[in-house]
């Protein structure tokens, strides 16, 4: 039970990565406030981590609304007193279109204000909270995509390498604070990732990554953000984590090996 007594709000949290990084805390004693737009996924997800035995809440959180995100954070403060631990996980989705479409302007516009700029008024709301205890654990959320530059995402890359750049700057200013900010680069289970597989069966045993499977959402995600929240690993700041299983690295191999000289 590493975080008991750790009070963490996690963003997202209804399904897919942000339930099962709640599920990881939860299991290590975590108490937990989670936040979704869906009322009903949200009721069901707590439905779960209360059956794990965890002492969460649920608040339905429009993250796009300054007042309903510093809503959030002054419920948790309302309920547990502290706030220890914040993962910004949440990201609205937008359909894929070539970044000459005129559309991309509406999408970025969603997508930064529900993606950075609610990561980064929540990093602001819960920052006194950790300061005044001189200990405080933050986790991004970032993107795969955005390093690699994949097409037709051009609002949702922006927004995730934006985030990376909100990591390590609030990183080089609070860490004289105590609170450690770090970004992880997943690629786990979820319901996007079960979409693909049903509609590409042959993609199944996912031949395209080192491990020949895709990160399981409560033990491999989860599990890394774990890492990164406990009380050993608070010299661990400004940084981008990949937990991949290595397909960063084959995305790099593989750009290598077709620019490479011929001999």
């Known amino acids: 039970m590493r975080l008991t007594d750790n ?33 009903d996924r949200g009721q069901a997800a707590l439905q779960e981590l209360l ?5 969460a809440r649920f608040l339905a959180v429009d993250l796009a609304d300054p007042v309903s995100t510093s809503a959030l954070v002054h419920f948790t403060l309302g309920e547990f007193g ?57 986790v991004n959320v970032g993107s795969l995509n955005a390093r690699q530059g994949a097409k037709y995402s051009l609002a949702y890359n922006v927004t995730k390498a934006a985030i990376e750049a909100l990591t390590r ?17 997943p690629a786990g289970m979820s319901p996007a990732t079960e ?14 990554f080192p491990m020949k499977r895709t990160g399981d959402p409560e033990e491999d995600i989860g599990g890394a953000v774990l ?13 981008s984590i990949f937990v991949d299983g290595g397909v960063f690295l084959r995305m790099m191999r593989q750009s290598h090996e077709m620019f490479a000289p011929q001999s």
């Open 82 to 138: 502290r706030i220890d631990i914040l993962v910004n996980n949440a990201q609205t989705m937008k359909p894929w279109v070539p970044s000459a479409s005129e559309e991309v302007d509406e999408h970025l516009r969603v997508m930064m204000a529900t993606g950075l700029g609610a990561s980064l008024r929540l990093m602001r709301e819960v920052m006194p909270s950790m300061r005044s205890r001189h200990w405080g654990r933050i």
């Open 195 to 208: 979409a693909y597989i049903a509609a590409n069966p042959n993609m199944a045993n996912f031949p395209h």
């Open 51 to 55: 059956g794990l035995g965890a002492e």
């Open 227 to 239: 890492g990164l929240v406990s009380a050993h690993t608070g010299y661990i700041t400004g940084q």
């Open 169 to 185: 700057t609030a990183a080089a200013e609070w860490g004289r604070f105590g609170i450690s900010v770090n970004t992880i680069l």
């Open 7 to 39: 009070v963490a709000i996690i963003t997202g949290a209804s399904q897919g990565l942000g339930l099962g990084i709640a599920r990881r805390l939860a299991r290590e004693g975590a108490r937990l406030v989670i936040c979704a737009r869906s009322a």
